[in-house]
């Protein structure tokens, strides 16, 4: 009689895995779905079908199911499982900057959240361009996965929506409805008007603004947003205390020194994210001005690096990682046949040591004219 095979279990090694010696080949790719489903006392059906998250089962076999991986070492093939259910088992993830310290948690909050739902996130840079983004969904498309989630973005409505018709679509930063496509948009009109009160009722009234890109949905309500809390004060927005920015650190920089050249009076300064305000810190120490001393620093996000800098940055919270989360969270359920209902918390002001009330009425950030101007 011809000796078995090494990599088919007997009835007792399924129900009874033994473990394996010291230097055995014990590779994750020899464990089966049937093994699984012996070892777990239920059908492989059913261990398939909780693997692809379209299960209704008890907590007590879905736990057995999953001690049963975790025992044997199951890896799941996903080829195998997207043809057996018509999915790839992954989504296409198009962000604008994948270095970009926003986006980034955004990307860990989709990673975490598909990876614990059998789904392998594919993540492609759009950099702020509409025919590059066009590409990459082109790219994905190739790539078959079952759905897209787009972070932000410039592509238009239209073409977002054109998508949706195909495979699902999930849409953030922005205000849209379409069928098969879900928009997850944050409040940043409210939350500029957030900061800029908080300059306003601590005394500024001279405050100076670095707007994001106009073309971008976030930059135009944030800069909306500070007008708006400026003329509920009675102060009318100038010209000369708005300066463009695109939401790098190095227009941040750029503008703080514009600002700081053009003799304008201003007690703070806002920047519509941390990043451009982080610029806008080093401008204000390279020309000996003191955050919150002399200038007051506002920013928006509240990434990672907001609190721990010297000082440490008032901010607007942008739940970044939780953005992530839910914009993952809502392919899983178009994918599963449901319509998402989830929102994005509101935002919130994070008062820290970068602010406070203006030291003086002069209105205008003073420096000694016999030190030169570090670069």
Known sequence: MPEEPENVASKDSITRPRRPRRGADTAPGKVTLDMVAAAAGVSAATVSRILNGTAMVSDDKRAAVDEAIARLGFVPNPV???LAGGRTLSIGVVTQ????PFYGGALRGIEDTLTAAGYSPLFVSGQWSAAHEARCIDTLRGRRVDGIIVLTGRLS????????RELPVVVTGRSLRAPGLVALDFDNFQGARLATQHLLA????????????????????????HRSALADAGIRAEPALELPGNFTEASGLAAAERLIDSGEAFTALFASNDQMAFGAALALHRRRLRVPDDVSLVGF??????????????TVHHPVHELGELAARA?????AGEMPTLALPAPRLMVREST????SPR????????APFPR
């Open 80 to 82: 195998a499982r997207g």
């Open 97 to 100: 900057a994948i270095d970009s």
């Open 157 to 164: 409505d239209a073409a977002l929506a054109a998508t949706a």
């Open 202 to 225: 601590l005394g500024h009234r001279r405050i100076g603004f670095i707007c994001g890109d106009l073309k971008h949905p976030d930059g135009k309500e944030r800069l909306r947003g």
């Open 301 to 314: 996000d509240d990434v990672a690096g907001s609190v721990y800098c010297v000082p440490p940055l008032t």
């Open 331 to 335: 392919m899983l359920q178009l994918l």
């Open 356 to 359: 406070r009330e203006p030291r």
């Open 363 to 370: 209105a205008r950030p003073q420096r000694d004219p016999a």
